[in-house]
């Protein structure tokens, strides 16, 4: 291995342990860092590449900032970086949550961190937006592009739905540039169809809680589940509450909550849960379970990607699914914005980010690192 290669294994290393530390507020936020970080610090790729990532890791099962984390550790580090990117911004949460577990065991109530998030919710929403402004210059390329992503947004806010409104978006897209006369309607068949392997994992009849069935749960889990954590909340409440009665409600909350609060990927919910049934091994086991297939997804799809783009089929496809994910990454941030900034301070915080990070390109690291005082300071 060459000294280049390495000191690039190394960069995509030490990015993703910071991220994974630091990348508070669900996949929309993590998004929002890794643009800044990889586009914007490093000019690891360009926006239209990063959106294309972007555009794939939301049509594909798992959590979809892993997934990003992933692709770009690929793009920039080639099969290493898979294992590196997505390992390195997991492990970070999938500690702290571990050491949440065991305190919620012996104690019977998590650490009290409402200070710390009431500062850095307001900060991650100006992330966030900074983010959108970026992308949604590079994705909105005409009025056609713009006007798919108006009626993503609407969909989005009316149904609620993500996979059917990224794939509708691309359809769209893709007959709109049919009916210009570029391709004829027979050349629809030939959209790439790889994006849905893996994407369905027949349940387990499993009747008792141990290390094996534990594992097979978690990895139906993490190769059917689409969207966020409140989808992944459905989920674990049909699978571990309704059907094998291995959580409570109370529970099931808990573990929901300390994926919330605590940084990295929302999916190291599965963590806590792990330990909760299982002890070490099943933390180290569900962990493994809900992002293996994540990992082999992205492995399989991330070399077509160049190829997709290129594609004149399958271009004006990825096109639809990228302004319909900056749609759906809208809608988020708006109900997000609303619980985060609700008093002067929350706004003062948000609005002042916001222009540092959009006039000035200040740091999200430091910038969340001020959040957290400020709240700890006004709320701890």
């Given at each position: 291995?060459t000294?280049?290669?390495?000191?690039v294994?190394?960069?995509?290393?030490?990015?993703?342990?910071?991220?994974?530390?630091?990348?508070?507020?669900?996949?929309a936020?993590?998004?929002?860092?890794?643009?800044?970080?990889?586009?914007?610090?490093?000019?690891?790729?360009?926006?239209?590449?990063?959106?294309?990532?972007l555009?794939a890791?939301?049509?594909?099962?798992?959590?979809?900032s892993?997934?990003?984390?992933?692709?770009?550790?690929?793009t920039?580090?080639?099969?290493?970086?898979?294992?590196?990117?997505?390992a390195c911004?997991?492990?970070?949460?999938?500690?702290i949550?571990?050491?949440?577990?065991?305190?919620?065991?012996?104690?019977?109530h998590?650490p009290?961190?409402?200070?710390?998030?009431y500062?850095?919710?307001?900060?991650?929403?100006?992330?966030?937006?900074?983010?959108?402004?970026?992308?949604?210059?590079?994705?909105?390329k005409?009025?056609?592009?713009?006007?798919?992503?108006?009626?993503?947004l609407?969909a989005?806010?009316?149904?609620?739905?993500?996979?059917?409104?990224?794939?509708?978006?691309?359809?769209?897209?893709?007959?709109?540039h049919v009916?210009k006369?570029?391709?004829?309607?027979?050349?629809l068949?030939?959209?790439?169809?790889?994006?849905?392997?893996?994407?369905?994992?027949?349940?387990?009849?499993?009747?008792?809680?141990?290390?094996?069935?534990?594992?097979?749960?978690?990895?139906?889990?993490?190769?059917?589940?689409?969207g966020?954590?409140?989808?992944?909340?459905?989920?674990?409440?049909?699978?571990?509450?309704?059907?094998?009665?291995?959580?409570?409600?109370?529970?099931?909350?808990?573990?929901?909550?300390?994926?919330?609060?605590?940084?990295?990927?929302?999916?190291?919910?599965?963590?806590?849960?792990?330990?909760?049934?299982?002890?070490?091994?099943?933390?180290?086991?569900?962990?493994?379970?809900?992002f293996?297939?994540?990992?082999?997804?992205?492995?399989?799809?991330?070399?077509?990607?160049?190829?997709?783009?290129?594609?004149?089929?399958a271009?004006?496809?990825?096109?639809?699914?990228?302004?319909?994910?900056?749609?759906?990454?809208?809608?988020?941030?708006?109900?997000?914005?609303?619980?985060?900034?609700?008093?002067?301070?929350?706004?003062?915080?948000?609005?002042?980010?916001?222009?540092?990070?959009?006039?000035?390109?200040?740091?999200s690291?430091?910038?969340i690192?001020?959040?957290a005082?400020a709240?700890?300071?006004?709320?701890?």
């Open positions: 291995m000294a280049p290669h390495l000191r294994l190394r960069e995509v290393t030490l990015l993703f342990l910071r991220l994974g530390v630091t990348a508070f507020g669900g996949p936020a993590h998004i929002a860092m890794m643009e800044e970080e990889v586009v914007r610090r490093r000019q690891w790729m360009s926006r239209e590449r990063f959106l294309d990532l555009g890791a939301n049509l594909i099962p798992g959590p979809s892993t997934e990003m984390a992933i692709y770009i550790g690929y920039k580090a080639g099969w290493a970086g898979i294992v590196l990117g997505g911004f997991i492990l970070p949460a999938a500690l949550t571990l050491a949440l577990a065991w305190s919620y065991t012996r104690f019977g998590l009290q961190v409402n200070g710390i998030l500062g850095v919710k307001p900060v991650v929403i100006a992330i966030v937006v900074q983010a959108l402004w970026s992308l949604g210059r590079a994705a909105v005409t009025g056609m592009h713009a006007a798919v992503g108006l009626a993503a609407l989005a806010t009316l149904t609620g739905r993500t996979v059917s409104i990224l794939v509708l978006a691309g359809a769209v897209m893709l007959a709109l009916l006369g570029k391709r004829s309607p027979k050349q068949m030939a959209v790439p169809v790889y994006l849905a392997a893996g994407s369905v994992v027949p349940a387990a009849a499993l009747v008792t809680v141990s290390l094996l069935p534990l594992f097979l749960v978690f990895l139906k889990i993490g190769a059917v589940v689409f966020s954590g409140y989808v992944l909340l459905a989920f674990l409440k049909a699978d571990l509450v309704n059907t094998r009665h291995w959580l409570t409600d109370a529970q099931l909350l808990d573990a929901v909550a300390v994926g919330q609060v605590t940084p990295g990927p929302v999916f190291t919910t599965a963590t806590f849960i792990g330990y909760l049934l299982a002890g070490l091994p099943g933390a180290a086991l569900a962990t493994l379970g809900i293996l297939p994540g990992f082999i997804l992205v492995a399989a799809s991330g070399p077509l990607i160049p190829r997709l783009r290129q594609s004149k089929i271009g004006p496809f990825l096109d639809g699914v990228n302004v319909a994910a900056l749609a759906l990454m809208a809608v988020v941030t708006w109900h997000l914005g609303r619980a985060s900034v609700f008093d002067l301070p929350t706004a003062i915080l948000a609005i002042g980010c916001a222009i540092l990070l959009l006039r000035f390109r200040a740091s690291f430091w910038l690192a001020i959040g005082v709240g700890w300071l006004l709320k701890g």
